[in-house]
Each structure stands twice: as structure tokens, then as C-alpha cells.
């Protein structure tokens, strides 16, 4: 392959948002406003679970490692992005980029497993409540965790250190507002043949696989249900599958269009609103979908509450 005129990159500037010059503190509000609710939802719930001994539970202990995963992978972009729209020159540093790639995939695969095993939790204490203790056994759920963990190291590691084998040419300029592997691919000089194998072959496992596995289980949490029949229960089975579904299908839709099965006609307008929805929108509705609408939240936050003002009139 012949190489067209390399150069040692220090650093990528990012374009970032197609947004007005008389827009950018508009939407930077907007966007700064987005990312606090998604950072405090996310922490609100951590802690919440954290300090109530009632929320000690498997689906609990998945959900509070889920709200950190989110938080994490907002803040592997969002941070840069606003500083990006203050800035006149913005740039990210050669090694920025690929640390950047490396925490958004890891925190990315994460929560993408996490989401696997909560609907997995969800399956068996729906389909099988008189056994839900002895199967989701405190080993088991430590396990599912920690293999979440462990298999989103060697992914994001991978395709980081392909990513740091290519070389790339005067061409420094990322038309988006982090380093998005598929668009830094498109700005190497070198062959990117390894690098484009991994993201076929691991897509499939990695992202196709749990999204099928999740939408198995809320099939098979539905069909069950509707073998007992209850309005009230057929209507909450479709209020909380449904919800979760909906953010469920806006992430994984998203990134499978996006990497898995990317348009020839797809702009580079298009590709990063898509983007924003599962970088940023997913992130922030996840605490409202799984937690802050649910029952044994809202309790265990009113008991922290009147708990603290107990403390307080002691």
C-alpha cells in the first residue's frame, strides 16, 4: 500500500458540533444541563444504595454498578465537549485521543453487559420467584460483575493498541466531538485492516449478542406474565419492559447503525446526532428508567432522608 505523506501527530483538533458561532453558549448550557443531571442521577442512586441496607440486593448491586458505568462513560466525552465549546482552538493531544478511545469502550462494553445481566435478574425473579434466591446467589452475582469488568479490559485494550499501531498523515482534523474510532480509521495513512477485522468479528459478540439476549428476556418476562392473567400486572409488565426497552433499543440501535452496519449515505451531521444519543441522551435517562421511578427508591431515599433529619435535631 502506498503511503501518502506521513507525519509525527501530537495532537487531533476536533471540529466538533455543526453549531452557529451565536449558538454555542445556547447549546452549551443545554449540554452542561444534561451532563450534571446525568452525573447526580448516576450518583444519587450509588449512594443511595450505598447507605440503605434495604436496596442490598443482586438487582441493586448490578443497578449501582450500571449508574457508575454511565456516569463514567458520560464523562469520558462530555467534559472535553464543553471545553471544546469554550475554546478557540479545540484540540485533544495524540495520547488524549487513545486514552479517550480506550475509557469510552471500556465503560461503553460495561455498561452494555450490565444491561444483559439486569435483564437476566429481572428474568429470574419474574419467571422463577421461588428459586430467584438460590440461583442469583451472592457467588453468582459477584461473578456476573466481576466478569462484566474483566471482559470489557481485554476489549477496549484491543482495540486500543491496534488503534496505536496506525500511522496517520498531515490530516489532523476529526470531524466530530471526541475521537470516534470509525472516524479516526478513515484519517490513518496505514492499513487499517486489523483494525476494521476486530470491530467485525467482536461486534457481534460484544454488541449483537447481549442486545438479543436482553430482548429474549423481556420476551420470555411478558410471555410469562401473560400466562397469570392481571390488568394490573399486564399493565405494569408493559410500563416497566416497555421503558426499559425503549432506552435499551436507543442505545444498541445507535451503535449498531453506526458501527456494525454503518449507511453510505449517513452525513457526518447524522452520525454524530446518533452519536449524542447513546454518548449522552442513554446516560442521562437510565437513572429515571431503572431507578428514580421505582418503588424502593423513592423509599430508601425518604428514609435517608428523615434519617438525616433525625441525626440533625439530636
Known amino acids: 500500500m502506498t503511503r501518502r505523506n506521513q507525519t509525527v501527530i501530537s495532537q487531533f ?3 466538533g458540533l455543526p453549531i452557529p458561532p451565536e449558538q454555542q453558549h445556547l447549546f452549551y448550557v443545554l449540554f452542561l444541563a444534561m451532563y450534571l443531571t446525568t452525573v447526580l442521577g ?3 442512586i450509588i449512594i443511595l444504595i450505598l447507605l440503605d441496607s434495604h436496596l442490598h440486593t443482586p438487582m441493586y448491586l448490578f443497578l449501582s454498578n450500571l449508574s457508575f458505568a454511565d456516569f463514567c462513560f458520560s464523562s469520558v466525552t462530555m467534559p472535553k465537549l464543553l471545553q471544546n465549546l469554550q475554546s478557540q482552538v479545540p484540540s485533544i493531544p495524540y495520547s488524549g485521543c487513545l ?3 480506550y475509557f469510552f469502550l471500556y465503560f461503553g462494553d460495561l455498561g452494555n453487559f450490565l444491561l444483559v445481566v439486569m435483564a437476566y435478574d429481572r428474568y429470574v ?12 446467589s451472592p457467588k453468582l452475582c459477584m461473578s456476573l ?3 462484566s469488568w474483566v471482559l470489557t479490559t481485554f476489549h477496549a485494550m484491543l482495540h486500543t493498541l491496534l488503534m496505536a499501531r496506525l500511522s496517520f498523515c498531515e490530516d489532523n482534523v476529526i470531524p466530530h466531538y471526541f475521537c470516534d474510532m470509525s472516524t479516526l480509521l478513515k484519517l490513518a495513512c496505514s492499513d487499517t485492516h486489523d483494525n476494521e477485522l476486530a470491530i467485525f468479528i467482536l461486534g457481534g459478540p460484544i454488541v449483537v449478542l447481549p442486545f438479543l439476549l436482553i430482548i429474549v428476556s423481556y420476551a420470555r418476562i411478558v410471555f410469562s406474565i401473560f400466562k397469570v392473567p392481571s390488568s394490573h400486572g399486564i399493565h405494569k409488565a408493559f410500563s416497566t ?3 426499559h426497552l425503549s432506552v435499551v ?3 444498541y440501535g445507535t451503535v449498531i447503525g453506526l458501527y456494525l452496519c454503518p449507511s453510505a449515505n449517513n452525513s457526518t451531521v447524522k452520525e454524530i446526532v446518533m452519536s449524542l444519543m447513546y454518548t449522552m441522551v442513554t446516560p442521562m435517562l437510565n437513572p429515571f428508567i431503572y431507578s428514580l421511578r421505582n418503588r424502593d427508591i423513592k423509599e ?7 434519617k438525616k433529619q433525625i441525626t440533625s435535631f439530636l
Open 99 to 101: 486514552s479517550q478511545i
Open 13 to 15: 483538533l476536533l471540529l
Open 145 to 147: 460483575v466481576v466478569l
Open 241 to 243: 419492559c416497555g421503558s
Open 300 to 306: 430508601a431515599l425518604e428514609r435517608v432522608i428523615f
Open 42 to 44: 448516576n450518583l444519587l
Open 125 to 136: 425473579a419474574i419467571c422463577f420467584p421461588l428459586h430467584y434466591t438460590n440461583i442469583m
Open 249 to 251: 433499543s436507543l442505545f
